[in-house]
């Protein structure tokens, strides 16, 4: 750009290069912003907080403490969410208060985790019990076989199948048995605890925004390499540690940790509910208590998203230790490491409780 040797405004001469720079600022083109992303839990918004470091910050949908299933979305929540260009979250089987704000985004792209190919997935455990009929089973209704766990499931078949009565203490064949709508579906939506679909989500985020942000494409891709290396070191390093409690068992307040358990080959013995929204009928907690009086069940986790009562009660029954697990991180301060934190504390809770 040229600008007129002529002087109009009269400047000494030591202040015409401050003019002269001025001027070429003011005509510089604006840097693009960041796209304005918003992301639904803690866990995933760790990680595409990693992914974006030094171009942007994405918002956090879910506060501390807010559970996903059923939280009433405040007014700045759906204000983050019309402002998005892009929306991340796992899907309508876990952030179900989400689900019609979702459906009526019109202008922000959503990427929905759980449908992503790139991911990982599990089926979900429904529940069920020991005592299912079979006919190759030589058992009364009482008797409890190491052969299945309390998930209802064969535990040399990942299909066995549950018997006439659900976890609840209902017929099969009642229309108010099985699944309510607060279910999370065929498919385990907890995706997070698994350091394979971490860095997936890692690697989808940094396609995403590159689409959006082509000027920081290179940065976000640099990031998501970046953030794999660093959840590899973790995976490998919790799989040492936790390698002296694999064959521990141990109840959960509810089935959250399958990717958790698979990742470093954990035995959890019994959930006390298999559905997080329904409490557990009496013969549920009948058959958990001589589960655990027969394997040695030590430890009892239950979640700071739910009352602790059912599971205190639990643990003073049969004399087992209490401690905390908390899938969604309800404590720990957003950030690109959250995510790490929150695997870290996952694994320091197992090993204190269930170690020696």
């Excluded at 693009?32 to 470091?53: C, D, F, G």
């Excluded at 064949?173 to 995706?191: L, Q, R, S, T, V």
């Excluded at 698979?262 to 907690?285: C, D, K, T, V, Y």
Aim: aromatic fraction near 6%.
């Amino acid at each position: 750009m040229k600008f007129p040797m002529k002087n109009p405004l009269k400047l000494p001469a030591k202040f015409q290069w401050i003019f002269a720079a001025l001027a070429l600022t003011l005509a510089a083109p604006a840097a693009r912003a960041a796209p304005e992303v918003a992301v639904s839990l803690l866990p995933v918004h760790s990680l595409v907080s990693a992914v974006m470091a030094g171009a942007g910050e994405p918002k956090l949908l879910f506060e501390a403490g807010q559970s996903p299933h059923h939280a009433i979305l405040k007014p700045s929540q759906r204000k983050a969410m019309a402002r998005a260009d892009l929306i991340f979250w796992v899907g309508p089987s876990l952030e179900e208060s989400l689900g019609k704000v979702i459906a009526a985004q019109r202008g922000a792209r959503v990427v929905t985790l759980m449908e992503r190919e790139e991911m990982q997935l599990f089926p979900a455990r429904h529940g069920g019990h020991e005592d299912h009929h079979d006919e190759h089973a030589e058992h009364d209704e009482h008797d409890e076989h190491d052969e299945h766990d309390e998930y209802g499931h064969d535990k040399h078949d990942e299909h066995a199948e549950h018997d006439e009565h659900d976890e609840h203490g209902h017929d099969e064949h009642d229309e108010h048995a099985g699944h309510d709508e607060h279910d999370h579906g065929p498919n385990d939506p907890h995706i997070w605890m698994s350091a394979a679909n971490a860095q997936a989500i890692a690697r989808i985020a940094a396609n995403e925004l590159a689409r959006l942000d082509p000027e920081n494409a290179a940065r976000y891709q640099k990031n998501a390499r970046a953030l794999s290396q660093r959840i590899a070191e973790l995976r490998r390093e919790l799989q040492r540690e936790l390698r002296a409690i694999a064959d521990a068992p141990y109840v959960v307040f509810h089935d959250a940790y399958r990717y958790f358990e698979e990742e470093f080959g954990l035995q959890p013995a019994a959930m006390i509910r298999a559905n997080p929204n329904l409490p557990p009928g009496a013969a549920h907690m009948r058959r958990i208590r001589q589960l655990v009086a027969k394997r040695g069940v030590r430890c009892i986790f239950s979640e700071p998203q739910f009352q602790p009562d059912m599971a205190a009660s639990l643990a003073e029954d049969s004399g087992m230790r209490t401690a905390v697990l908390d899938p969604l991180g309800a404590k720990l301060d957003p950030g690109d490491g959250a995510w790490f934190a929150l695997m870290r504390a996952l694994a320091d809770s197992l090993r204190g409780c269930l170690g020696e």
